[in-house]
């Protein structure tokens, strides 16, 4: 066994694994807010399609939407590379989770502050851009921070399509190099740290929002 | 528009409100002249509250027309046919109207001071530092100058309820809606409260509707007294007629029964 060998490579992969969820949780915050909005918009055909798109992702196989946009979209003259397909899936697939994260702390902000911002002559935009929102976005962070989490795992997905991740790496090691018990366990701490890390990181940023809703009203 | 001086600063034609198959408010006909200060009596569920929010457009008639100096309302005439009015005009109209809540329904994730500073700042758009100035002096005026950077939940219920005030204040309305505003304060708490509107209502002369079951209160500060029942106004006079010598037998039945508790 040897850990000058192992640790560079898992490192390298760990490093393309923290990219890859990074980049699809950008995605994915960007998709969950717009389509979480969409989702309470006024007009009925947008509200639909959002709809639409959140069952979809929701209820079709992480890994198929994977293939999907990296075997299938290239028939169509859509070619994009490992990355850019497994950020987009991802993003799009959490996305959709995310939407309902959105959605539903919305929807919890108490009806009182949607009243007094009438009374204040509010325009709906501007109400949810410095009352609602900011308001929900507490309520966002805990889920927020287990989606981001679930994102980390799912980004061993990318492995499948030739993308150089933690797991990759750790398949490959395996492969030329033997030893699976230590280094799959070796894999299994890298996540462990890096989720750790995550995880710190969301509770650092639940920190900095205030809490809100006490004494919101009704 | 708004030229004659005759003309009602608020007017309420036939409005009606159902919520279901229960009929709240029967086809209310309602002038208010500028500067009345009316405090809205009655029994529980007759219809106050909703009458209030009618006003603030928090809800919409099913049946006819409320104006303010003149202008429609929530609602634009297309035509010959009335239609639900959004964006600019709904704004320009309902700039009029500002409205203190039971609840007080402050910002929690705002100051005190950024509470009533936004809507001036963002609807309204005063510069900030104009914005500030005037927060501050409406904070002084409420007695809280030194709570400015206190959120609301660092602050009593009467805290809370006077910051409200000024909040809706720094709005600038032509009228403003009082709706139980010491309901949900402890007792030691209403005097402050209402304190501030009494003042308000000797120094600016603005025009208010005040839903209460505080009869001194009413007595006291308004200057015109509606008795509701049964999603009807009942009985409409001046506080001394009304309170020394109700002319309905309902209102009589009502006083009675409040005062005498
Ligand atoms: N959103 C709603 N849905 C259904 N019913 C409602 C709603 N809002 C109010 N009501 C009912 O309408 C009736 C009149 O309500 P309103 O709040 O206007 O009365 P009120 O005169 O203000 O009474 P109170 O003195 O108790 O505040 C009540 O019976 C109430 O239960
Ligand atoms: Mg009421």
Known sequence: ?????????????????????????AVALVVSVVVGLVRLSRFRLLRGAALVYVEIFRGTSALVQLFYFFFVLPIFGIDLSPMAA?????????????????????????????????????????????????QALAA????????????????????????????????????????????????????????????RLMQAAERRVPGATAGGGR | MGADPRQPILRMQGVSKSYGAVQILRGIDLDVEA??????????????????????????????????????????????RLVKDS???LRS????IGMVFQHFNLFPHMSALQNIMDGPVHVRGLSKDQARERALDLLAKVGLRNKADSLPRQLSGGQQQ??????????????????????ALDPELVGEVLAIVRELAHETGMTMLIVTHEMGFAREVANRVLFM?????????????????????????????????
């Open chain 1, 140 to 199: 966002m962070l805990p889920p927020f921070g287990n989606l981001l989490i679930d994102l980390l795992k799912a980004t061993s997905l990318l492995s499948l399509i030739t993308i150089g991740d933690l797991t990759f790496a750790g398949k490959s090691l395996v492969q030329s190099q033997g030893h699976v018990t230590a280094i799959y366990t070796l894999v299994l701490v890298f996540y462990f740290v890096m989720a750790l890390m995550l995880g």
């Open chain 2, 229 to 261: 029942e049964g999603g009807h106004i009942v009985e409409d006079g001046e506080p001394e007629q009304v309170f020394g010598n109700p002319r309905s037998d309902r209102t009589k039945a009502f006083l009675g029964a409040v005062l005498h508790r």
């Open chain 2, 93 to 96: 109209v309902r700039g009029k």
């Open chain 1, 1 to 25: 066994m040897n850990l000058t060998v192992f640790l560079p490579a898992l490192l390298k992969g760990a490093l393309v694994t923290l990219e890859a969820t990074l980049l699809s949780a």
């Open chain 2, 35 to 80: 500067g009345q200060r009316i405090a809205l009596i009655g029994p529980s569920g007759s219809g106050k509250t909703t009458l209030l929010r009618l006003v603030m457009t928090l809800e919409t008639p099913e049946d006819g027309t409320i104006e303010v100096e003149g202008e429609l309302l929530g609602l634009r005439r297309v035509g010959d």
């Open chain 2, 162 to 183: 006077r910051v409200a005030i000024a909040r809706a204040l720094a709005m600038e309305p032509k009228i403003m809606l009082f709706d139980e505003i010491t309901s």
């Open chain 1, 86 to 134: 497994g950020v987009i899936a991802l993003g799009l697939n959490f996305g959709s989770y995310g939407s309902e994260v959105v959605r539903a702390a919305v929807l919890n902000v108490p009806r009182g502050q949607h009243e007094a911002a009438v009374a204040l002559n509010y325009p709906p935009g501007l109400a949810m851009r410095r009352i609602i929102f900011p």
């Open chain 2, 87 to 89: 964006g600019a005009h």
